[in-house]
């Protein structure tokens, strides 16, 4: 549905540690505060890594919602998510072991296969849930 040639795009975000175990993400012009909860150890100033992760997965859906329910002229009204994971907290190297991305849609259409046809094409032009899909193995090192 939407080929395009390929071109790579590189992406940043730049973090500086804040004290204790927040840490401040810079994505081009956006500023945003990632700490635990005090029950963990932090301030609790913003979202936890897991949670931005999350909502990373969510907002990257919704965005292939909002633009390919367009292009299908679904009339979206409203769309809802709720992006949950399990974590297996006393493992090391924790790691999730499940994710869930329920969807909750409004729009002119009622026809269930036009929507369930939205949910699957965003999920599967979504660059996070492919990531997680490829299993893209992150290169850690020290400068």
């Known amino acids: 549905m939407f080929k395009r040639e390929n071109i790579r795009?590189?992406?940043r975000a730049s973090l500086n540690w804040k004290g204790d175990v927040c840490s401040e993400a810079k994505m081009r012009h956006h500023t945003m505060l990632i700490d635990s909860s005090?029950?963990?150890?932090?301030r609790d100033l913003g979202p936890t890594p897991t949670e931005v992760f999350l909502a990373s997965l969510g907002s990257c859906i919704m965005v292939n919602i909002s633009?390919?329910?367009?292009?299908?002229?679904?009339?979206?009204?409203?769309v809802h998510m709720e992006v949950t994971g399990v974590k297996e907290s006393n493992e090391h190297p924790s790691s999730f072991i499940t994710l869930n991305v329920d969807i909750?849609?409004?729009a002119d259409t009622q026809d269930r296969?036009?929507?369930?046809?939205?949910?699957?094409?965003?999920e599967e032009n979504c660059t996070i849930s492919n990531t997680l899909r490829n299993a893209v193995k992150p290169c850690v090192k020290l400068r």
């Open 9 to 11: 795009k590189s992406l």
């Open 38 to 42: 005090r029950e963990e150890g932090g």
């Open 67 to 78: 633009r390919i329910g367009e292009k299908m002229k679904l009339g979206l009204k409203d």
């Open 104 to 106: 909750s849609i409004r």
């Open 113 to 122: 296969e036009k929507l369930e046809r939205l949910v699957r094409l965003a």
